[in-house]
C-alpha cells in the first residue's frame, strides 16, 4: 500500500465518519431513543479504538479500559474527536515512508494482554473496524426511516478524489 492510497482511504474515512454522524443528528431523539443511543455508543466505539490505535502507534499508553467510555458524547462532541483523530492519522502517514509501514509496534491490548502488528496494519485495522460499525449505525438508521449515507469507497472518489 502506498503512503498516497492509505492517506485517499483515511480521508474517506474522515468523510463517511462525518456523514454517519450528521445523518444521526437528524434522527427524531424523543421517537427513536434508544435507536439513536446505540448509534451514538457504536460512533464512540469506533473513536475509542481509532484512539487507542493511534497510542498504539506512538508507543504511548492509551489510558481506556474498555473499548468505549461509560459516558455517550454527543453528536457534536464526537464529530469534533473523530475528525481531529483521523486528521492526526492523515498527518502521521504523511510522514511515513513505504518501509515504514512493515514496522512492527509491540502495545498492549484494552485487557492488558501484549499485542504486536505492523503499522500498516494498524491503519488497515482503524479503516476496516470502523467500516463494519458504520454499517451496523447504517441498519439502525433505516429502521428509524432515513436513508443511511452511502457507506462506499467509489461513491467519495467520484465525488472528492480528483
Given at each position: 500500500m502506498s503512503?498516497?492510497?492509505m492517506i485517499t482511504l483515511l480521508k474517506y474515512k474522515r468523510w463517511i465518519d462525518a456523514e454517519t454522524?450528521?445523518?444521526v443528528a437528524g434522527i427524531d431523539e424523543p421517537a427513536?431513543?434508544?435507536m439513536r443511543h446505540r448509534m451514538l455508543r457504536l460512533m464512540n466505539h469506533i473513536y475509542v479504538v481509532d484512539a487507542i490505535f493511534k497510542a498504539n502507534i506512538l508507543g504511548?499508553?492509551?489510558?481506556?479500559?474498555?473499548l468505549s467510555t461509560p459516558e455517550t458524547p454527543v453528536v457534536?462532541?464526537?464529530q469534533t474527536k473523530m475528525a481531529e483523530t483521523t486528521d492526526w492519522y492523515i498527518r502521521h502517514v504523511e510522514t511515513l515512508q513505504p518501509e515504514d509501514f512493515n514496522a512492527r509496534i509491540a502495545f498492549r491490548?484494552?485487557?492488558g494482554g501484549a499485542g504486536a502488528?505492523?503499522?500498516g496494519d494498524m491503519l488497515h485495522h482503524v479503516l476496516f473496524h470502523?467500516?463494519?460499525h458504520r454499517g451496523a449505525v447504517g441498519w439502525l438508521i433505516s429502521e428509524c426511516g432515513r436513508q443511511a449515507p452511502r457507506d462506499v469507497l467509489t461513491v467519495y472518489l467520484r465525488d472528492h478524489h480528483s
Open positions: 503512503t498516497e492510497n454522524l450528521a445523518t427513536y431513543a434508544d504511548q499508553p492509551h489510558g481506556y479500559t474498555a457534536a462532541e464526537l491490548f484494552v485487557d502488528m505492523t503499522a470502523g467500516t463494519y
